[in-house]
């Protein structure tokens, strides 16, 4: 079973609609991430946030909207977006380190934008 | 240009050989290295990491890095038809949290 829960699972949504993307770990990890994943491609980072604060933004476009509400919860706030953007949402966490790259990720948030 | 480069596949291997993936990697001064497994339609699982030269095993898995040739790679012994996924090579340049992956390796194990 992951530590790394993400909700919803399965997300469709039209090009005005607002919605958002959860995730939760309770795994004391201070260092929580977002990345998109394309079929057939692999993992892109799109946020990092480092002790609540946003450290990474990879010139993400305005419409995906990060937000690390504390320790254990990370959301990504989704609003006016395009189909180009269905994917699949990962959500991931690790500890604080300059050497880290073992992360934990989520099941995912699979996302259609009719 | 920071690159971590795998061949696509798919590697096709019967059940109970060594499967071997590559990775090179561009930057001389990546740190640490991973190997993590992607089933279709799931989430990346983290398999393994080495952080200096040489072998580190772990059950059935041996991770191989050369810092020099900037080369890592994975050995899987005695395969199996479990095996089969999408294996990503993931490198640290240890500057804040970056982790770039590779563009993954299929690896089909045959009965």
């Known amino acids: 079973d992951t530590e790394v829960t993400q909700t919803p699972k399965h997300l469709v949504m039209g090009m005005t609609n607002k919605k958002s993307l959860k995730c939760e770990q309770h795994m004391g990890h201070r260092a929580m991430y977002w990345y998109k994943q394309k079929a057939k491609k692999p993992p892109e980072l799109m946020f990092v946030y480092s002790y609540e604060k946003l450290s990474i933004n990879e010139s993400v476009p305005s419409r995906f909207s990060p937000e690390c509400p504390n320790s254990s919860l990370l959301n990504l706030h989704l609003h006016a977006l395009q189909p180009e953007d269905s994917a699949l949402y990962l959500c991931a966490s690790s500890q604080v380190s300059s050497a880290t790259g073992e992360l934990f990720f989520g099941e995912g948030s699979r996302l259609t934008v009719l | 240009q920071k690159e971590v480069e795998q061949n696509s596949g798919p590697l096709s291997v019967p059940e109970g050989a060594i499967a071997s993936l590559n990775c090179t990697y561009s930057?001389?001064?990546?740190?640490?290295f991973f190997w993590y497994r992607q089933y279709s339609g799931k989430s990346p699982e983290l398999i393994m990491s080495i952080y200096s030269n040489g072998d580190k095993e772990d059950g059935r898995f041996t991770a191989q890095l050369n810092k020099a040739s900037q080369y890592v790679s994975l050995l899987i012994r005695d395969s199996q038809p479990s095996d089969s996924a999408t294996y990503l090579c993931?490198?640290?340049?240890?500057?804040?949290?970056?982790?770039?992956f590779g563009g993954g390796t299929r690896l089909m194990v045959k009965p």
């Open positions: 930057d001389r001064v990546s740190q640490s």
């Open positions: 993931a490198v640290n340049n240890n500057a804040g949290n970056m982790l770039t």
